[in-house]
């Protein structure tokens, strides 16, 4: 049982254990050979197990210091699928950034009154370094704030299944191109100019107008000239 929850009968011996493990400060996971003998499993099905464990991000393996359990998160998970679905098909992209923009959507109001001082103030600074890159004397594409300002107005929901769908999402993003500058500035200005009216709607807190300016911004992706944005 699992505080009081019985564990899914397909999680594997292992998930089950780490589930239950309590971690205090850091503390080491067993060795693999007590384990074994612990969960009565042969080291090769716990070994695969582990793999899979450290795929989802629950463990930290390292040489010579052991395993660490990790917290939790759902990034990794989706990271996986969406990378062999791009494989399969780049055009995937497009359903999962359609997926994207609906759940910030969703939660942007919720999310955007969560934040401090601190984050607004954070949020027009990022806003502030990617104008001065794009007008430089050498254009660079702002693509660390893009993410950065995304993926800070909805932190503090502090729930892992929309941030690790969010951080997906943006690791898809590079993997399809989407982060190369190759073509005229005014598209990229048009993107800023909306993120400039969400921090100063967000300021005001005038959330309908943020959250219309968020909505008037994703569309953009969708009619993108060339590979910028």
Do not use: C
Request: glycine share 6%; charged share 25%.
């Amino acid at each position: 049982m699992l505080n009081g929850i019985k564990a899914p009968n397909s999680l594997s011996q292992f998930l089950t254990y780490l589930a239950q493990f309590e971690d205090a400060n850091g503390q080491r996971l067993p060795s693999l050979n007590d384990l074994s003998r612990d969960l009565g499993i042969g080291l090769a099905t716990l070994r695969e197990q582990l793999e899979v464990a450290r795929a989802l991000g629950l463990v930290e393996v390292k040489p010579k210091l052991g395993t660490k359990k990790l917290s939790y998160t759902f990034a990794p998970a989706i990271r996986h699928s969406l990378r062999y679905a791009l494989a399969l098909n780049n055009e995937y992209f497009q359903k999962y950034a359609d997926l994207r923009n609906h759940v910030e959507g969703v939660y942007w109001h919720e999310a955007v009154k969560l934040l401090t001082v601190e984050d607004k103030q954070e949020l027009e600074e990022i806003v502030v370094s990617a104008k001065e890159k794009l007008y430089s004397h050498t254009i660079q594409v702002p693509h660390e704030e893009h993410r950065n300002f995304h993926l800070l107005i909805f932190k503090r929901l502090e729930n892992p299944f929309v941030t690790g769908l969010l951080e997906a999402y943006w690791e898809a993003y590079d993997a399809v191109g989407l982060n190369v500058f190759s073509g005229g500035l005014s598209y990229l200005e048009e993107v800023w100019e909306y993120h400039t009216k969400m921090i100063e709607a967000i300021n005001k807190n005038d959330y309908e107008a943020g959250y219309q300016a968020l909505v008037q911004h994703t569309h953009l992706l969708f009619r993108r000239p060339s590979n910028e944005e």
